[in-house]
């Protein structure tokens, strides 16, 4: 059973940091491209950052290049996003993705989310 659980969201203050988790199982996290998608209220679910199966290659949305910073420690199957400078306009539903291609085989994988909110 495929599970990603993700947590470190909250509430912080405009300028502040927030460090988010994913755990997953399920599936070999090591040969899987991780990704953050976030959506916030009536808006379409968009891709924030990912990160290659060996962590070579990160890439990033152009509203979060530079604040955010994501990671993976493929021995403890967990990814990070660590955001920092937060905007209000961060504020959003956070999720967790995994993608695994094993011949032609392409599966994804999502977490639950968790809530980010950047207000004073």
């Known amino acids: 059973q495929v599970q990603l659980v993700e947590s470190g969201g909250g509430l912080v203050q405009p300028g502040g940091s927030l460090r988010l988790s994913c755990v997953a199982s399920g599936f070999t996290f090591r040969r899987a491209t991780m990704s953050w998608y976030r959506q916030a209220p009536g808006k379409e679910r968009e891709l924030v950052a990912s990160?290659?199966?060996?962590?070579?290659?990160?890439s990033y949305a152009d509203s979060v290049r530079g604040r955010f910073t994501i990671s993976r420690d493929n021995a403890k199957n967990t990814v990070y996003l660590q955001m920092d400078s937060l905007k209000p306009e961060d504020t959003a539903v956070y999720y967790c993705?995994?993608?695994?291609?094993?011949?032609?085989?392409?599966?994804?994988?999502w977490g639950q989310g968790t809530q980010v909110t950047v207000s004073s």
């Open positions: 990160i290659t199966s060996l962590g070579g290659s990160t």
């Open positions: 993705s995994a993608r695994s291609v094993v011949g032609s085989l392409r599966s994804d994988y």
